[in-house]
């Protein structure tokens, strides 16, 4: 016969039980700082991306431009 200190919860034990839980609860909480940390990173990415992206425009502009003025003294 079991002491009534020891009766189960949801056919666990109740401290067990509770440790399923936050093991969960921390499992959970891991996965959303990874997802946000991913999210942050692709969105760092991203932003980098459109930083070369506008700084490669400006150089081929620049280039455009000094070529024009090249062009223009030529004729």
């Known amino acids: ?24 609860i921390q499992q959970r909480a891991q996965l959303l700082v990874l997802t946000d940390i ?15 992206n506008r700084q490669l425009k400006w150089k081929h502009r620049e280039h455009f431009l000094i070529n024009q003025e090249v062009s223009d003294k030529g004729h």
């Open 38 to 52: 991913l999210f942050l990173l692709t969105t760092l990415e991203g932003c980098k991306n459109a930083y070369y």
């Open 1 to 24: 016969k079991k002491r009534p200190s020891e009766k189960t919860w949801n056919g666990h034990h109740p401290y067990t039980g509770l440790l399923t839980t936050t093991c969960h």
